[in-house]
């Protein structure tokens, strides 16, 4: 399961490979102790020359498939191509060919006086990875999105415009959702942003868009979701308006919880939950760095302002997580409405180092132990962030570190 939480994040800070972190094998009653599981290359520069655009190998996102055998499956995306990747391990090797010697050469037939049982013998754990499925020349434009359906057959990429269903044992073809492409591209008002299946009924999927807007389409009702089943917006006060509001209204991420009954979206500036029976405004709003607000002409400036943080739920649902900037990260508890700000940072993350909450100062007098606003570093910033699926487990991507942090252990 810890591998499941882990690879969610790694590869997706703008990298190319991937790297698999796993726990300890070595130290099997060690909690918190993570080795380098295997490295492998996903993605290779291409050229559209259709276009003349070049294709980087970045890797946007990393979907885990259902494990339903000893080998772990994953599927991974640059802006245009989707591969499927199987990860297996191998610690034995055969012995005693009849038709080959040890070193690899053929036996001469004419020699071979006696037949010999091939036998197992153990060797150095060895991870493979190799990729079974490649699904190209689908999109457009760049992909932003792909979510596994519960059906485990199926699943979306979406990208600004369009969103695709693809069948996992089929490359060669997928099927177009929705298509929110307007005749004339003057007329574009917004894009799509992320989009995720329902976690329980494989019919149900969402995605939201630029202008804060989320919307829930059922494909039993028609082949091509133009027309949404369910329309989540929440009404903008006419006296907070400005020229950043439709900028930060847009949102990142959309995220259901593990129990289907909520789903979660990030904005610029706050983390909102939805209830999935009710449209017309969330039913929790958490604020993450309000203090940023008077400042957003300055983001604009640097474009810190289009940063598209993810966010995630806990095991129970009951908790919260998002990024923020300084290396901060934010948890919110859902019960409680407390909430809590931590820094990602080498001294943090020493063994059996306890994170110590930081409190932001808006301006003005600041007190001890609380930092200003005005001092924030915007160039470190956690956009990514995973939960464990079980444990008090998470981890959270900071430019190109992963910190991983547990709850206290006695």
């Known amino acids: 399961m810890a591998a499941a939480l882990l690879m969610e994040l790694l590869g997706l800070g703008y990298q190319r490979r991937l790297g698999l972190q796993f726990p300890n094998k070595s130290r099997p009653h060690s909690r918190g102790e993570y080795n380098v599981y295997s490295t492998f290359q996903s993605h290779e520069p291409e050229f559209d ?20 055998n000893a080998a772990h499956f994953l599927l991974s995306t640059n802006d245009k191509t989707i591969k499927l990747w199987k990860i297996s391990e191998r610690d034995k090797r055969a012995e005693g060919y009849n038709l080959k010697d040890e070193d690899g050469r053929r036996r001469d037939p004419f020699r071979i006086t006696a037949l010999r049982v091939p036998i197992l013998k153990p060797m150095d754990l060895m991870v493979e990875a190799s990729p079974r499925r490649i699904f190209a020349n689908a999109h457009t434009y760049h992909i932003n999105s792909i979510s596994v359906n519960s059906d485990h057959e199926t699943y979306l990429s979406a990208d600004d415009l369009r969103i695709n269903l693809w ?10 959702i929705v298509d929110i492409k307007p005749i004339n591209m003057e007329e574009l008002t917004e894009v799509i942003t992320a989009a995720e299946f329902h976690p329980h009924q494989c019919n149900v999927f969402v995605y939201s868009s630029s202008k804060g807007t989320i919307r829930l389409c059922d494909m039993r009702s028609s082949a091509l979701c133009d027309r949404h089943s369910k329309f989540f917006e929440e009404p903008e006060d006419p006296s907070s308006r400005s020229f ?6 847009s949102i990142s991420d959309v995220k259901f919880s593990h129990g289907g009954r909520y789903m979660m979206t990030r904005d610029y500036l706050s983390v909102k939950v939805w209830d999935l029976n009710m449209e017309s405004r969330p039913v929790e709003t958490y604020q993450v760095h309000e203090y940023l607000r008077s400042k957003l002409c300055s983001l604009y400036e640097n ?21 923020s900037y300084n290396n901060f990260f934010r948890m919110f508890d859902r019960s409680t409405r407390r909430d809590v700000t931590l820094e990602a940072s080498r001294e943090s993350s020493k063994p059996r180092a306890i994170l110590k909450p930081r409190k932001v100062c808006p301006g003005g007098k600041r007190k001890k132990d609380e930092i200003s606003a005005d001092s924030l570093d915007f160039n470190r910033k956690i956009l990514h962030t995973a939960w464990h699926p079980l444990d008090n487990i998470i981890a959270v991507a900071a430019t190109n570190n992963l910190y991983i942090f547990q709850d206290k252990i006695n």
């Open 167 to 176: 069948h996992l044992e089929i490359t060669d073809r997928s099927f177009n």
């Open 49 to 68: 020359y259709l276009k003349s655009l070049e294709i980087e190998e970045k890797i946007n996102k990393i979907r885990w498939l259902p494990q339903q």
């Open 303 to 323: 474009d810190c302002i289009f940063d598209k943080f993810e966010c995630c739920w806990n095991g129970s649902d009951s908790a919260l997580m998002t990024g």
């Open 244 to 249: 950043f509001s439709e900028i930060i209204s």
